[in-house]
């Protein structure tokens, strides 16, 4: 079992299980459409395979297996589950002819097989993943805080109806951001680990966008790992709300400008990936074939805990999880899907 699972004192969940089957339905019914309304965006359909080496994939961290199989139809293609859409968001933007101020979002499935699993991780990934076309002139700090405080505020509004359909969750979400580097959060709390500064921050600010992951801190450490072929470093960021079940920071949605041809050069570099550039995907960037843009993902079952104020992210999704971790939480009344 998981060392990092939390079991709230006196924890009860507030809505049965066929109400909380039905509160899933609607949350996912009334966010996406308050999401598609704030930004613009249009559904699409997305994949659960790619091929093998298309470069298309997450390498997340780089150090992830990916689930992969033969297709026997094709003489014996290799394909991989997708991890996220991060790239092939892009590339359907550039295929479909979306211009500038306008976007797609849809539900992405994926598997992480070695995630560790705890209340708020699942070897299975569900997301609304979203990516939106800008122009060069909105490659900036202002742009990227508007775009973080409009998914706040459709955050929020869910939350409001979710309140009034189940009066028995009462809380709200805090709509004033509060913005922060990564950097200057260490320099906050020098000490810390990225976790704990995480952690300390949300709490103070209830609701905290964390801004540029993924490159060498002052102390030579990372804040966290991000890929270096999606987002621009020095323009993404976390988006985190405090759950008071948890007693908590979680983290709802990943987001951030994508990288150009200039940010994509440097910082393969820095990350010894040039060997990328081989892949189509990294070479329409480069040549600027793919229009720049702005996108992310915000966890459908995430949120859904959030917002009904459950404990384990298993009583709102169905995956795999330990014997023991199944056995523990029923022992204090955390029921796993």
Same mark, same amino acid.
């Not at 990092?4 to 339905?25: C, D, N, V």
């Not at 952690?199 to 890929?227: W, Y």
């Given at each position: 079992m998981?060392?990092?699972?939390?079991?709230?004192e006196?924890?009860?969940?507030?809505?049965?299980?066929r109400e909380?089957?039905h =509160?899933?339905?609607?949350?996912? /019914?009334v966010?996406?459409?308050?999401?598609?309304?704030a930004? %613009?965006?249009?559904?699409?359909?997305?994949?659960? +395979?790619?091929?093998m080496?298309s470069?298309i994939?997450?390498?997340?961290n780089?150090?992830?297996?990916?689930? /992969?199989?033969?297709i026997?139809?094709?003489?014996?293609?290799?394909? *991989?589950?997708?991890?996220?859409?991060?790239?092939?968001?892009?590339m359907?933007?550039?295929?479909?002819?979306?211009?500038?101020? *306008?976007? +797609?979002? @849809?539900?992405?499935?994926?598997?992480?097989?070695?995630? &560790? %699993?705890?209340n708020?991780h699942?070897?299975?990934?569900?997301?609304?993943?979203w990516?939106k076309?800008?122009?060069?002139?909105?490659?900036?700090?202002?742009?990227?805080?508007?775009?973080?405080?409009?998914?706040?505020?459709?955050?929020?509004?869910?939350?409001?109806?979710v309140?009034?359909?189940?009066?028995?969750?009462?809380?709200?979400?805090?709509?004033?951001?509060?913005?922060?580097?990564?950097?200057e959060?260490? /320099?906050?709390?020098? &000490?810390?680990?990225?976790?704990e500064?995480?952690?300390?921050? @949300?709490?103070?600010?209830?609701?905290?966008?964390?801004?540029?992951?993924g490159?060498?801190?002052?102390?030579?450490?990372?804040?966290?790992?991000? =890929?270096?072929?999606?987002d621009?470093?020095s323009?993404?960021?976390d988006i985190f709300?405090?759950?008071?079940?948890?007693?908590?920071?979680?983290?709802?949605?990943?987001?951030?400008?994508?990288?150009?041809?200039?940010?994509?050069? %440097?910082q393969?570099?820095e990350?010894?990936? *040039?060997?990328?550039?081989?892949?189509?995907?990294?070479?329409?960037?480069?040549?600027?074939?793919?229009?720049?843009? +702005?996108g992310?993902?915000?966890?459908?079952?995430?949120?859904c805990?959030?917002?009904?104020?459950? =404990?384990?992210?298993?009583?709102?999704?169905?995956?795999?999880?330990?014997?023991?971790?199944?056995?523990?939480?029923?022992?204090?009344?955390? %029921?796993?899907?």
């Amino acid at each position: 079992m998981s060392k990092s699972l939390y079991i709230p004192e006196g924890y009860k969940s507030a809505l049965t299980l066929r109400e909380t089957q039905h =509160a899933i339905k609607y949350i996912k /019914d009334v966010f996406q459409q308050a999401l598609s309304f704030a930004l %613009t965006l249009d559904r699409v359909s997305a994949p659960l +395979i790619v091929r093998m080496g298309s470069g298309i994939n997450d390498d997340l961290n780089g150090v992830e297996r990916k689930v /992969d199989f033969t297709i026997k139809e094709i003489g014996g293609c290799e394909a *991989e589950v997708v991890q996220s859409l991060a790239k092939w968001k892009r590339m359907a933007l550039y295929r479909y002819g979306y211009n500038a101020g *306008e976007g +797609i979002y @849809t539900d992405m499935n994926a598997i992480r097989r070695d995630d &560790d %699993t705890d209340n708020t991780h699942s070897i299975f990934v569900d997301q609304w993943d979203w990516e939106k076309v800008i122009t060069r002139e909105q490659r900036n700090i202002d742009f990227l805080k508007d775009t973080v405080k409009s998914v706040v505020k459709a955050v929020s509004f869910v939350k409001r109806k979710v309140g009034l359909r189940y009066p028995v969750i009462a809380g709200n979400v805090c709509e004033d951001v509060f913005f922060i580097t990564t950097q200057e959060l260490e /320099d906050m709390y020098p &000490d810390k680990s990225p976790k704990e500064r995480e952690r300390l921050i @949300t709490k103070e600010h209830k609701t905290v966008f964390i801004m540029q992951i993924g490159g060498l801190l002052a102390s030579g450490q990372k804040h966290d790992g991000r =890929a270096p072929d999606y987002d621009d470093w020095s323009l993404n960021g976390d988006i985190f709300v405090w759950d008071d079940v948890l007693d908590n920071a979680l983290e709802i949605s990943s987001m951030g400008i994508r990288v150009d041809e200039n940010s994509l050069k %440097t910082q393969l570099a820095e990350a010894g990936a *040039e060997d990328r550039m081989q892949y189509d995907y990294h070479k329409m960037i480069a040549d600027g074939t793919l229009p720049l843009t +702005i996108g992310g993902g915000i966890g459908q079952s995430r949120l859904c805990m959030y917002l009904l104020e459950k =404990a384990h992210i298993g009583e709102v999704q169905s995956s795999i999880w330990s014997n023991d971790m199944i056995a523990k939480c029923a022992e204090h009344g955390i %029921t796993l899907l």
